[in-house]
């Protein structure tokens, strides 16, 4: 270890959270439903799942892009020898057009002003080292993405100040909360460069208001810091209220001649949309032009590959698949989250209301024993080992009440939800609330002798439990 830099040697990467400590258990055993039953079911992982059927049917009918042809001649050499870090341009316009289809159109983005990147993840790393210097701070709303702790201030030295938002307004920000942040920088001695919010929201699920925006925009403005604005899953957006682009917002109030309009950036991905991690699609977009030139530059550590930007621009240019998988993706979301959180209800289980995302972000507090992270950590490593689930719990997104889990709902078949939907109700009937935090009306304890053995909650799947909500 002495030999190491401390950046090889600190822990500050976020691996230790419960977040990736869930993942690392279910790899260890992963359900699968004929070759192990029983095995853990990964809900904390943020997949879209739901719509390859469309893509694979597109690449079908459309060999030549996947085939590295254009008009039936191979291009296999330009592309594998084309590297130039500014991105292949009919990419770049076919993603700026998805992404203005995706705000109905209300804003239009300029290809020149975009920068590709290896997935938001690289997208966000990236602005840090091009709006902030170590020992500098980005204020982050909480519950947060547990991945910024890595992607924000790892390898940046950037530092994250807690936003602190709480259930009783739905965890909307607010004015007094910013300023609270902002205060408590300043006292640990950290200069604030800006604010980053996720819109719609991971863990939430939920777009932010028109009121949110707003006060987010005066608030940068007045402290002349930065807004970034990750938008990755804004077409996930599946009900009502829709989803409001800060870009829109801007505009909405004539600030595109102002100073606030270039310290507003905006950070996209395929990932989430198109269900396309593993591609690792990014892009920054912004309206400063030396973030842009800076972030360019950049991007040779980690750029999309070219033959992924070309099948994808094929893609993405087919206006008419475009609409349609927007429109059929969302329909399929609504269905899931609408299946999860009716099943949850009947077992006495709610969620916050969302209208976006692929998960819910669920209240177990009546579970806890007491109203406190470890009571959370307990119930999470019960559900996780006993019940075999994994989801994620709250405090690893840095809420600060625990007993708030986020559970993912899109990476899976239908069977499989229901399954799980099965171990969780079995579990909530097995247990009765010893010390629960606050009453709850759904719950009735049960004797001993109604409590169900493991291979109980583990085995059954039915689709009684699962009454769509309309
Ligand atoms: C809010 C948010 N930002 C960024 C990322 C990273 O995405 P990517 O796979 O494009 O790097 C994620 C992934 O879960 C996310 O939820």
């Not at 209300?106 to 938001?120: E, H, I, M, P, Q």
């Not at 701070?137 to 936003?163: C, H, N, Q, S």
């Not at 408590?184 to 996720?198: D, F, P, R």
Request: with cysteine.
């Amino acid at each position: 270890m002495k030999f190491l830099s401390t950046k090889a040697t600190c822990n500050s990467h976020g691996q230790d959270s419960s977040y990736f400590l869930g993942w690392q258990e279910y790899e260890k055993n992963p359900y699968d439903e004929v070759r192990n039953p029983t095995g853990i079911i990964q809900m904390g992982l943020a997949e879209n799942q739901l719509s390859f059927d469309i893509l694979e049917s597109w690449m079908k009918d459309n060999p030549d892009a996947a085939g590295f042809k254009r008009d039936g001649e191979s291009i296999f050499r330009e592309l594998a020898l084309f590297q130039d870090y500014h991105g292949l341009p009919e990419f770049k316009n076919a993603l700026v057009d998805f992404m203005s289809e995706i705000r109905g159109n209300k804003v239009s983005f300029d290809a020149n002003k975009l920068v590709l990147t290896a997935g938001a993840t690289s997208a966000n790393e990236t602005l840090m080292f091009c709006l902030a210097n170590p020992g500098e701070a980005f204020l982050l709303p909480t519950p947060y993405y547990p991945g910024f702790d890595r992607d924000l201030k790892w390898r940046t030295g950037v530092e994250i100040v807690p936003i602190q938002c709480s259930s009783s307004n739905g965890f909307e920000i607010t004015q007094s909360a910013l300023e609270e942040a902002y205060q408590q920088a300043h006292e640990l001695n950290l200069k604030v460069k800006g604010v980053l919010v996720t819109n719609p929201s991971n863990p939430l699920g939920t777009t932010l208001t028109r009121e949110e925006l707003d006060l987010l925009i005066s608030f940068v403005d007045d402290k002349e810091i930065h807004l970034i604005s990750d938008e990755i899953y804004s077409g996930t957006v599946f009900d009502s209220p829709g989803f409001v682009s800060v870009l829109e917002a801007l505009k909405d109030r004539n600030l595109e001649d102002s100073d606030v309009w270039s310290r507003v950036h905006i950070v996209y991905s395929l990932s989430k949309d198109l269900g396309l991690p593993g591609f690792r699609i990014g892009a920054i977009y912004s309206n400063d032009d030396v973030v842009v030139a800076t972030a360019t530059k950049m991007s040779s550590f980690g750029l999309v590959s070219s033959q992924t930007q070309y099948l994808l621009s094929a893609m993405l240019s087919d206006k008419e698949f475009a609409i349609n998988y927007i429109a059929e993706n969302k329909k399929r979301l609504q269905n899931r989250h609408d299946m999860l959180v009716s099943g949850l209800r009947n077992a006495g289980i709610s969620c916050l209301n969302s209208n976006a995302g692929l998960f819910c972000w669920v209240d177990l507090r009546h579970l806890l024993n007491s109203n406190t992270f470890e009571a959370e950590m307990d119930l999470w490593k019960k559900i996780l080992f006993q019940v075999k689930l994994n989801i994620s719990p709250g405090s690893s997104c840095h809420c600060t009440e625990p007993g708030w889990f986020r559970v993912c709902f899109a990476n899976m078949s239908e069977e499989t939800l229901l399954l799980s939907l099965q171990r969780i109700k079995a579990f909530v009937a097995s247990i009765a609330p010893v010390q629960s935090t606050r009453s709850n009306t759904h719950l009735r304890p049960m004797g001993h002798s109604r409590r169900m053995s493991l291979s109980k909650w583990v085995f059954r799947l039915s689709s009684h439990d699962y009454e769509p909500e309309r």
